[in-house]
């Protein structure tokens, strides 16, 4: 029984992902979906004094900041109409609860409490209110699962704040200080970042909308034999700690043939 | 020892409050990374009142389940916790748990296997498995034994244990 349990699970481990996730989400939504959904209620509950207090602060600091939008939008409107610029395609969020599991694989993938029944897709950038978390990788009728930046896998097209230097961030495959990092690589030597700057998704590729903060630059990481930087990234979003997240559904992503002349 | 029938239920229905407490009491009080868990402390504690066979069918379905949860590397937890359940079951034969200390070194020892196994097998990367080895897995590890001395004391009567310190 042992052996073929081994093997059984040697098999599962030799599954190729497009077959693997299909079989894990088919099982999330059958065999153990109860659990799932003593989870789920779990999850919910518990919401206690402290944290109802955390939000409703987050909730006022939100109300006193969203002052400012209707001018700022209004602004940004009659400079788009200056340029000719077109209006950014509006996107909308789903809110979702993360299941975190007991595993220590848990932070590179995580589960989230909204499938496809609640509008989830393969695909759909997730983000937390500090910035980028991943992407969806399998959506479940209830539930989905996220690929992390802090999976090996994770690639995301990056730009700075200001929009002058492009480049591509993933995970780093070293740890300093017990602390996972991001790396933002093709920068060209030519070009230079300083330490502290704000990384945002380019929006480039197709897969997230432009603006979506992913980290802070943290200093050079390594150089290239004089034709590329790689530069530390620290991310902004903590996909271990992370309680809710938002599924974006991105309309406003542009496609790398798009954006070539 | 292998349990009676009553003795086995017993069991069956420590494991599903473990269960419950896994998947409803850890998220609603302390769902991070050097959480306990409840799961894996079901699995030895059934693997180490049952046969190898038994358990390591035990394992793998509990490691298939966090394999669902968390498909990082699906597999790896199946063989990972497989492997725990078998070795736990052949271990009730050199160690005696009817001590509380040597079952939280059981517990502890089991996770920190446990979750070394999940890391190798997910081909996570040498210089990533430090943090994990000497500071994630001997925290979990830690919480977990003593999660499992609490429960093993006390649920002392349906393990038919007696407790020697």
């Known amino acids: 029984m042992f052996l073929g349990c081994l093997a059984v699970g040697a098999g599962a481990l030799a599954l190729p992902d497009g077959l693997a996730q299909p079989t894990a989400g088919w099982l ?7 659990l799932l959904w003593l989870q789920v209620r779990g999850e919910e509950d518990r919401t206690s004094r402290s944290r109802f207090r955390a939000l409703q602060a987050d909730r006022d600091s939100m109300a006193v900041a969203s002052h400012s ?10 400079l788009r109409a200056v340029l ?5 395609a509006p996107s909308r969020t789903i809110p979702a609860e993360v299941l975190h599991q007991s595993v220590p694989t848990d932070g590179r993938t995580i589960l989230l409490s909204v499938g496809r029944d609640g509008g989830v897709a393969g695909g759909d950038p997730v983000a937390a209110p500090e910035g980028l978390i991943g992407v969806v990788v399998n959506a479940g009728v209830r539930t989905s699962v996220a690929m992390t930046w802090a999976h090996p896998d994770f690639r995301v097209s990056a ?16 740890f300093e200080a017990s602390e996972a990092f991001l790396e933002l690589r093709g920068v060209a030597y030519r070009d230079t970042v300083a330490t502290g700057v704000m990384v945002m998704t380019s929006g480039l590729g197709g897969v997230y909308p432009r603006g979506i903060p992913i980290g802070r630059v943290a200093g050079v990481r390594r150089e290239e034999l004089g034709w590329e930087r ?9 996909p271990g700690h992370v309680a809710h997240v938002l599924v974006v559904k991105a309309r406003g992503a542009v496609a790398v043939s798009d954006s070539l002349p | 020892m292998i349990a009676t029938r009553r003795g086995t ?8 409050l473990l269960l419950a407490l896994h998947f409803y009491v850890r998220p609603r009080i302390w769902d991070g990374r050097a959480a306990p868990d409840f799961l894996a402390l079901g699995l030895i504690l059934f693997a180490l009142r049952t046969r190898p066979g038994v358990a ?27 492997v725990l359940a078998y070795t736990a079951a052949w271990g009730r034969a050199v160690f005696f748990p009817d001590n509380l200390l040597v079952n939280a070194g059981l517990f502890a020892v089991g996770i920190w296997v446990r979750n070394v196994l999940v890391m190798l097998l997910s081909a996570t990367p040498v210089a990533q ?8 897995a001997p925290l979990q590890a830690l919480s977990t034994a003593v999660a499992g001395v609490v429960v093993v004391f006390v649920l002392r009567d349906w393990f038919a244990i007696r407790l020697e310190a």
């Open chain 1, 69 to 78: 939008v209707k001018g700022l939008l209004a602004e940004n409107d009659r």
């Open chain 1, 84 to 88: 000719g610029i077109r209006a950014r």
């Open chain 2, 56 to 82: 390591a069918i035990v394992g793998f379905l509990v490691g298939l389940l966090a394999d669902t949860l968390t498909p990082a590397r699906f597999g790896a937890n199946a063989l990972a916790h497989t």
């Open chain 2, 129 to 136: 498995l430090g943090p994990e080895l000497l500071v994630w």
């Open chain 1, 230 to 238: 790689v530069y530390r990234l620290m991310p902004l979003g903590n």
């Open chain 2, 9 to 16: 239920g017993r069991i069956y229905l420590a494991f599903a």
């Open chain 1, 159 to 174: 730009v700075t704040e200001d929009g002058a230097i492009l480049g591509i961030a993933a995970p780093a495959q070293t």
């Open chain 1, 28 to 34: 999330r939504d059958t065999v153990f979906r109860p």
